[in-house]
């Protein structure tokens, strides 16, 4: 028999606050120090994202001795994983596969700062069965666990994303105007990087319209700053996650975010009507796109534009399919569920079965002795070298430096990182929260940064999450991070084997499958919600969806400075509410910062001081602000003085024990505060005559909302 010690139990806290602190139970007011619990597992505040289950919290030690007893062994997880079709999962969720009975499940996906993390906190002892430290690298927390019952399923959905990828690779490089081989350059570094260093299972990184339309604005169609440009906008990447800047993002706004997605998806689908009308020579701005292409509407391909226009039909009528397709049963006879796979994988798979499909015609044609079509041509065969980017540029006139060539891209060296964190982090957030795991925000910023840094090693330019893509790994039901090792795979072998196969690749065809990717992305329904919900957050959306189509960094920029200026002034101008009674109660309605100060005391004065009715004294109920600052305190000592010398006093209530602190040493004149409004109304009330004191909240004359 192994005795057990029993802990002693810690002593009771403070109760709190007294003498001049106005709370009952302490000679000083800095004793007023309630004791947190400690958490286990608290660490930063986005954490180190786990792929291993959580491990459950240890039992409670016997009160009395006896024998030690077992550790419980780790509950099994309800599987979450493996599909008897693609598409088919739990409670109707299509991309929450459910594994065969009996399978293992795939991993749940933890972070650090979570409650069920193992992973303790320093100072605080780990849990008897918590299996810390927890590998830094993410691929070894879900490696050594990894099942053969989870290789079809991802073998499965890289197949589809790869199938995806090669035909909207070939496209999106067309976009930013760079040799459609550098578009599948782009495609498979990132998916072998992310297998190595992510925290979503869904996320795949590639190439995307966005960032094609960025870097198409900031390389001037000159592969050498594309790949230059991946490689500064990595090395950016990294340095904010290895200094946890990615709070930066915070502060582009949803509306800055969904004017910049709505007018890049006009822009990118406009930009590719020419490609679908078969016309050459059309400028890349986007207004004089729009000048061109009407004026020279006559000049249209009739083979392109029938080629274009079906394409585009099949990839909606696909897209349809897909959305309508009804969920596999497993009791359903062999050949519907066969035929379930068959529907499912096509409309899964539609770009590249379009792209195919176009190319076959093609052919024909060109057999035939015709081509009405524009090809897309030859692309160079085999891999590129693995070699360090290029930081000077020769042209026919000398070389341009490097100090030159980071002055030309200019604002896009903060763009274009930004862009691919904020695109990159709110998919995989976004997908995290679908499948019920968690990410890590700072590691997907090192996960990015090293995917484009070692991609521009092999000619790629800057690269970030796809939407797209990652809604096919996801109704495909990858169970881990593993499937973009095939997806890699995938583009490595078209590069060696077939390009050849690409030269008949019709361009309209490739610009079906842009504007198809694109058209989702404008958001329709924003500006009747935003009307509806607050309408001032209708200014920085109109102006960066406004100014994007002039220039896509002015429409971002200024419309991160206008959320910027409502925010401020949120802050300069807090609501302020006003009770009259025979005492003016102020309550404030957020923290108050130097900004406001100004503002309080006229809204103080105006009422206290007021010739039109008598002078009275300010309770000031501070219950809902949690900071203050040295000028916002100078303010309320000016305040204090101005009604003194009015024979009047300022008190305060609801402190919080922060603000308390900060007016405590600050050591002001005529300073008091009361615990509550209550006891503020009691004793305030025995001052101008007890019973005969009308409580606050009854004498209320009026109530105003100060904005």
């Known amino acids: 028999m192994v005795p057990v010690p029993v802990p002693a139990a810690a002593p009771a806290p403070a109760a709190g606050l007294g003498g001049s602190s106005g709370r009952p139970g302490s000679s000083s007011p800095r004793s007023h120090e309630a004791s947190r619990p400690l958490r286990s597992g608290a660490g930063g505040a986005a954490g180190c994202a786990g792929l291993a289950p959580a491990a459950p919290r240890s039992p409670a030690p016997p009160p009395v001795p ?168 990595g090395c950016i990447q990294l340095a904010m996650g290895l200094l946890r800047l990615g709070f930066l993002l915070d502060f582009i706004s949803c509306p800055v975010i969904k004017g910049f997605t709505s007018a890049a998806s006009i822009t ?145 060296l903060a763009v274009v990182p930004l862009m691919g964190l904020l695109e990159s982090i709110a998919i995989a957030k976004a997908f995290a929260s679908q499948n019920g795991y968690r990410i890590d925000p700072n590691q997907e910023l090192l996960a990015l940064g090293a995917a484009n840094v070692l991609g521009s090693f092999v000619s790629s330019y800057p690269i970030t999450g796809s939407f797209g893509r990652t809604a096919v790994n996801a109704q495909s039901g990858v169970c881990t991070p593993a499937g973009g090792l095939v997806t890699g795979a995938l583009v490595l072998l078209s590069l060696a084997y077939l390009t050849s196969l690409f030269y008949y690749i019709p361009k309209a065809a490739l610009a079906a499958v842009i504007i198809s990717a694109v058209v989702p992305m404008f958001d329709t329904g924003i500006f009747g919600t935003l009307w509806r919900v607050k309408r001032l957050d209708l200014v920085p959306l109109c102006v960066t969806f406004l100014l994007c189509f002039w220039e896509v960094q002015y429409g971002i920029v200024a419309g991160v400075l206008v959320s910027g200026l409502l925010l401020l002034y949120s802050i300069a101008r807090p609501p302020i509410k006003v009770s009259e009674g025979a005492v003016l109660l102020v309550q404030l309605g957020s923290s108050l910062h130097f900004p406001a100060v100004e503002h309080l005391r006229a809204s103080v004065c105006s009422r206290a001081l007021a010739a039109a009715s008598p002078a009275r004294s300010v309770l000031l109920d501070c219950s809902h602000v949690s900071s203050i600052d040295y000028t916002a305190l100078l303010g309320l000592a000016e305040l204090l003085q101005e009604l003194h010398r009015h024979g009047l006093s300022l008190a305060f209530c609801g402190l919080q024990d922060p603000v308390l602190q900060v007016l405590l040493s600050a050591d002001l004149e005529g300073f008091q505060h009361f615990p509550s409004r209550e006891e503020a109304e009691r004793s305030w009330g025995a001052e101008l005559g007890g019973s005969r004191a009308e409580p606050l909240t009854s004498t209320a004359e009026s109530t105003g909302l100060i904005q």
């Open 66 to 233: 006896t024998a030690a007893p077992r550790s419980p062994a780790p509950p099994r997880y309800r599987p979450a994983g493996v599909p008897l079709l693609p598409g088919t999962g739990p409670r109707g969720s299509r991309s929450s596969p459910v594994p065969a009975r009996g399978g293992p499940a795939p991993p749940r996906y933890r972070t650090r700062g979570s409650r069920s993390s193992p992973v303790p906190t320093a100072g605080v002892r780990a849990m008897p069965g918590c299996r810390c430290p927890r590998p830094a690298l993410p691929v070894l927390r879900w490696l050594p666990r990894y099942s053969r019952a989870w290789l079809p399923l991802d073998a499965l959905a890289g197949l589809a994303v790869g199938l995806t990828a090669v035909p909207q690779a070939l496209a999106y490089a067309e976009l930013a105007g760079l040799p459609l081989q550098y578009g599948l350059y782009s495609s498979f570094m990132g998916c072998f990087v992310y297998c190595l260093l992510g925290t979503a299972k869904d996320v795949t990184l590639g190439p995307t319209a966005i960032m094609s339309l960025l870097v198409s604005s900031y390389a001037f169609q000159q592969p050498a700053y594309a790949v230059l440009l991946a490689f500064l906008s």
């Open 268 to 412: 990118i689908s406009f930009n590719q009507v020419k490609n679908i009308l078969g016309l050459q020579g059309i400028p890349r701005q986007f207004f004089l796109q729009v000048y061109e292409t009407l004026r020279r509407i006559g000049e249209t391909r009739a083979g392109d534009a029938v080629l274009g226009l079906s394409c585009l039909a099949a990839l909606a009528g696909l897209r349809a399919m897909k959305s309508h397709l009804a969920q596999a049963v497993p009791t359903a006879p062999l050949a519907v569920r066969i035929s379930h796979l068959i529907v499912w994988i096509c409309a899964t798979a539609r770009n590249a079965l379009v792209v195919l499909s176009a190319g076959l015609v093609a052919y024909s044609f060109q057999v035939m002795g015709c081509q009405p079509f524009r090809l897309t041509g030859s692309i160079p065969q085999g891999l590129p070298a693995f070699q360090p980017p290029r930081f000077s540029l020769a042209v026919p006139n000398g070389t341009v430096p490097f100090p030159s060539m980071v002055q030309d891209m200019g604002a896009g």
